[in-house]
């Protein structure tokens, strides 16, 4: 729809600069008649062809550009999807249980929850990511358990370098280095070819919107035993009774990536907390990713940044 409107903008301005403005002799008053009112007042001539028509043509050109650019990278993707996925797939949940995805950021205005639901006002302190409806497929077949796990990841030759933000006034942390990460579902009506992530996702792995990202039906998380914590400031350790916050806060994650920031909100402010170690029932082993949902996990803080030397 954008390219008809761009050529017939582009006609417009063509026909307006094209055709010279009307003689003055023909202004105002017929030949032969009289105009009681006086002569036709004098106009500023109206400049054609000017910076305020670049500017115009210059922005139209860029959105259209940019919708090319976007249209090429969605007919990409599905046919990735099509041919190397969908295609080589023996059977049908097979075929939706993974995809190719442009990962765009997850925005509470469009995806919090309604009002009472258990995720309203957790879309950036939580795990859980707006999937394609194929996804939910995979789950009506009944071959997973819950908690639902996916797992996104970064493509080696496909996903661009790594961006790395600026840490924000709030104290949002640097990025860390993670080629993967692991969460839940808020939805499953993210359009085709689309992944809807959470801010911490976007940081843990580097991206930026419109890059593309690998995601999978992952059912061989172990369930957790232990977590160790690093909060950023030791406000939150001041707070009474701060691990009843801790253990309420993270029932909003259904697993935890070692190496990722993660995010609760207390009384107002929003607190930072990277995942240092991760150890996996019943033995205790080290695991780079965990369930929490559902399990017996003993928290323990370390030192939290704020308090940490700094290396000269």
């Known amino acids: 729809m954008k390219t008809p409107t761009l050529f017939l903008l582009l006609r417009l301005t063509s026909a307006r600069a094209s055709h010279p403005p009307p003689s003055p002799a023909l202004s105002g008053v017929r030949r032969g008649c009289t105009d009681r009112r006086g002569p036709a007042p004098a106009t500023r001539p109206v400049p054609r062809g000017g910076a305020a028509d670049v500017d115009v043509l210059s922005a139209i050109q ?3 550009e940019g919708a090319r650019d976007l249209a090429l990278l969605e007919q990409e993707v599905e046919d990735h999807n099509a041919a190397e996925i969908i295609a080589r797939a023996a059977t049908a949940e097979e075929a939706a249980s993974s995809r190719r995805l442009i990962a765009m950021p997850l925005s509470e205005e469009k995806f919090d ?4 639901a258990f995720s309203h006002g957790h879309v950036q302190t939580g795990d859980k990511m707006s999937l394609p409806v194929n996804f939910w497929r995979v789950i009506q ?3 997973v ?3 639902w796990l996916f797992e996104v990841s ?3 030759g496909v996903t ?3 961006f790395v933000p600026r840490p924000d006034a709030g104290g949002a942390p640097a990025a860390p280095q993670l080629d993967a990460v692991v969460g839940g579902p808020i939805d499953f009506r993210a359009p085709a070819n689309y992944v809807f992530l959470p801010r911490w996702m976007f940081t843990a792995l580097g991206l930026r919107p419109r890059e593309v990202v690998h995601v999978r039906v992952v059912t061989d998380v172990p369930p957790g035993s232990a977590v160790r914590l690093r ?3 030791s406000a939150f350790t001041a707070i009474t009774d701060h691990r009843s916050v801790l253990e309420t806060e993270l029932r909003h994650y259904s697993a935890l990536t070692a190496g990722s920031t993660v995010a609760f909100d207390y009384d107002g402010m929003r607190y930072y907390f990277d995942v240092v170690e991760l150890r996996s ?3 205790g082993a080290r695991a780079p990713m965990v369930k929490v949902t559902d399990c017996d996990i003993a928290a323990e803080f370390v030192r939290p940044r704020d308090q940490m030397k700094k290396r000269g």
């Open 62 to 64: 860029h959105r259209w």
């Open 113 to 116: 929850p309604v009002p009472g």
């Open 141 to 143: 077949g009944g071959g």
């Open 145 to 147: 358990e819950v908690p």
């Open 154 to 156: 970064r493509l080696e």
């Open 160 to 162: 661009p370098a790594r």
């Open 231 to 233: 909060p950023h400031s």
């Open 281 to 283: 029932a019943p033995k």
